[in-house]
């Protein structure tokens, strides 16, 4: 399956792995020689992907796990590093899109609860996961580190106040982490994306006036871009931060949006 030996022997965990973005980077990581850890909460299209993963000639295994509970990713963490001894890399991905998350919300729409969910299906989802692996890459001295987001973290866009409120906390505590746990020899990037033209969001409930204003939200974004943009897209940029490629950046978010927006 490798394609290339960039990421051979290493130990890779992606969550949210178990469909589209989350499950094209962990096929990636495979083709690159990586042992992956496939996470999500559906345990039947996780398992889907180890297999889709062994028939290709990769290796992979399933770990379960709700990305909003500290204590389920803790301990999702602890026996991964119980089986192999060691984690090397960790993609933050899923819970921002699935199929019970909000959807695009215009801020006088929004109730209470719902700030609440936003900050923690884009933000906490990352911080859970990243606080527990980045403990264990500490004692080994090094690991890569990848967080999946919205490029509305960096640009204003209407209807996501909290969606790119939430993942640009998340961008600025990458940014601060990488920091943090340079001197550990952790690195820790972003990637940042808008409308993806094989992940159609899985959510309703938009506001109406986003729904429906000619054509609605995702056609108006599908209209400004230049180029698609794919899952295999952000896999790849993925993987780019995940191997050795990248040993000289850390704290850094790469928007991968078709030309979309233009972030600096």
Same mark, same amino acid.
């Given at each position: ?21 989350? !499950? /094209?980077?962990?096929?990636?990581? $495979?083709?690159?020689?990586? &042992?992956?850890?496939?996470? *999500?909460?559906? +345990?039947?299209? #996780? ?78 989802? !990352? /911080?859970?996961?990243?606080?527990? $692996?980045?403990?264990?890459? &500490?004692?080994?001295?090094? *690991?890569?580190? +990848?967080?999946? #987001? ?115």
């Amino acid at each position: 399956m490798a394609t290339s030996t960039s990421l051979q022997s290493a130990v890779a965990l992606v969550t949210g792995a178990t469909a589209y973005i989350g !499950r /094209a980077v962990a096929l990636e990581l $495979a083709r690159r020689g990586a &042992r992956v850890v496939v996470s *999500g909460r559906n +345990v039947q299209a #996780g398992l889907a992907v180890v297999e889709e993963i062994g028939a290709a000639g990769g290796g992979a295994e399933f770990e379960a796990a709700d990305l909003t509970d500290r204590s389920q990713v803790r301990a999702m963490v602890e026996r991964i590093v119980g089986r192999h001894g060691r984690l090397d890399v960790l993609v933050a991905s899923g819970a921002g899109a699935s199929s019970d998350s909000l959807a695009f919300k215009l801020f006088l729409d929004m109730s209470g609860d719902d700030f609440d969910t936003y900050v923690r299906s884009h933000w906490l989802s !990352r /911080a859970h996961v990243i606080q527990a $692996a980045a403990a264990a890459m &500490r004692s080994q001295g090094r *690991g890569k580190i +990848v967080a999946i #987001g919205t490029d509305a973290g960096r640009v204003a866009t209407v209807g996501e106040s909290f969606i790119g409120g939430a993942t640009g906390g998340m961008m600025q505590m990458c940014r601060v982490l990488a920091r943090e746990l340079g001197r550990d020899g952790i690195r820790i990037n972003a990637v940042a994306m808008s409308y993806i033209a094989d992940a159609e969001p899985r959510w309703g409930g938009a506001s109406p006036a986003l729904a429906g204003q000619h054509g609605g939200m995702l056609q108006n974004l599908k209209k400004r871009m230049l180029f698609p943009v794919h899952c295999a897209d952000i896999a790849q940029a993925a993987a780019f931060f995940a191997g050795p490629e990248s040993d000289a950046i850390t704290g850094q978010t790469l928007s991968v949006n078709g030309g979309l927006s233009t972030p600096g």
